[in-house]
């Protein structure tokens, strides 16, 4: 069964100590896999997507790497606004089935 | 600002209440989806659109009824809810052409059912 878990479920930093963020994921099939911060009441924000081991990419203090089995977000000397839920999803399938399915998240939280 | 339109943001309804959520895109995408969050839990997909036709109901149940009018709307029908319904309802649309696989997301509806 395809599996997507997120770890930690939550984490708590003091501004400027940078952490990464766990997903690991167990796919047949995996035609990307996609990092988004949701604020609380809001929609997801779409960060990155990644599609094959080795790939990085980087977005102002976030950086996110891929392997076989695994996905890493860095924060790199985050500040409060960066306090959020991020969710890590998968895309699988044939073309035209571009649902996402996601992991449960890690609720971030950087103290000043 | 997201270029995904949802209305309403907040929405209160009995359970014998007919209502209706609505969502709006105008990027030109294909691909439009209902997904449902309750409180501390990730989105989970209801229903995918592909062209203005259904091509995906993960098993939800027929009080829920999604219709997408023309490429730019997409409506889910709300009848004869149970509270446990009460959660934040989001549209996504995204480009079906194309690999970017990107889905962009709406501020949600929130919805809760007495």
């Known amino acids: 069964e395809d599996q997507v878990t997120q770890s930690p479920e939550a984490l708590r930093l003091q501004e400027g100590e940078s952490s990464s963020l766990n997903c690991s994921y167990t796919?047949?099939?995996?035609?990307?896999l996609f990092w988004y911060r949701q604020d609380p009441g809001k929609g997801p924000e779409f960060l990155f997507t990644?599609?094959?081991a080795g790939e990085e990419k980087e977005k102002e203090r976030l950086k996110a790497t891929l392997t076989k089995k695994e996905s890493f977000l860095h924060i790199t000397a985050p500040k409060p606004e960066d306090s959020a839920t991020y969710l890590c999803a998968v895309r699988k399938g044939a073309t035209g089935r571009r649902a996402l399915t996601f992991g449960s998240g890690t609720r971030l939280q950087v103290q000043p | 600002d997201t270029e995904v339109t949802q209305t309403p943001k907040h929405l209160v309804m009995g359970m014998t209440n007919k209502k209706s959520l609505k969502c709006e895109q105008h990027m030109g995408h294909r691909a439009m989806y209902w997904y449902k969050q309750k409180a501390k839990k990730p989105p989970e997909l209801m229903f995918v659109?592909?062209?203005?036709?259904?091509?995906i109901n993960e098993s939800v149940p027929s009080r829920f009824s999604p219709e997408c009018p023309n490429s730019s709307l997409l409506n889910l029908h709300l009848h004869a809810l149970q509270p446990e319904d009460s959660a934040l309802y989001l549209c996504a649309s995204s480009d079906v052409l194309g690999n970017t696989g990107e889905l962009f997301f709406g501020e949600g509806s929130r919805l809760t059912v007495l």
């Open positions: 659109y592909s062209y203005e036709k259904l091509s």
């Open positions: 796919v047949s099939g995996l035609r990307g």
């Open positions: 990644l599609y094959s």
